[in-house]
């Protein structure tokens, strides 16, 4: 569901009920099967959209609302601590190594 509206802000018990699973089991799954938690895998997730948005060239503010983040700051903070650098930086670096770009 996250991974077709990576914007969705649903907590965890919100889409617990909408698949009838309770936030304590689902919480353990997460946990247990990917050694993080909900709001760590859904950073992730987002980030990993905001990297396929960003190659595509859309900019950093326009990025950071379509993967749900309130505001381009949180995004740029959550994207470095991730990626490594910036997203400027990766959509510049991306525009340099893509042929025609």
């Given at each position: 569901?996250?991974?077709?509206?990576?914007?969705?802000?649903?907590?965890?018990?919100?889409?617990?009920?909408?698949?009838?699973?309770g936030?304590?089991?689902?919480?353990?799954?997460?946990h247990?099967?990917?050694?993080?938690?909900?709001?760590?895998?859904r950073?992730?997730?987002?980030?990993?959209?905001?990297?396929?948005?960003?190659?595509?060239?859309?900019g950093?503010?326009?990025?950071?609302?379509?993967?749900?983040?309130?505001?381009?700051?949180?995004?740029?903070?959550?994207?470095?601590?991730?990626?490594?650098?910036?997203?400027?930086?990766?959509?510049?670096s991306?525009?340099?190594?893509?042929?025609?770009a």
């Open positions: 569901m996250l991974y077709e509206k990576p914007a969705d802000n649903a907590s965890l018990a919100e889409l617990g009920k909408t698949i009838g699973a936030t304590r089991t689902l919480s353990r799954l997460f247990n099967e990917l050694g993080m938690t909900f709001y760590e895998w950073t992730q997730l987002r980030v990993y959209h905001a990297l396929v948005l960003l190659a595509h060239g859309h950093t503010t326009q990025t950071a609302y379509a993967c749900g983040w309130a505001n381009p700051s949180c995004f740029i903070a959550a994207f470095t601590g991730i990626i490594g650098t910036t997203p400027g930086r990766y959509r510049t991306r525009e340099t190594t893509i042929p025609g």
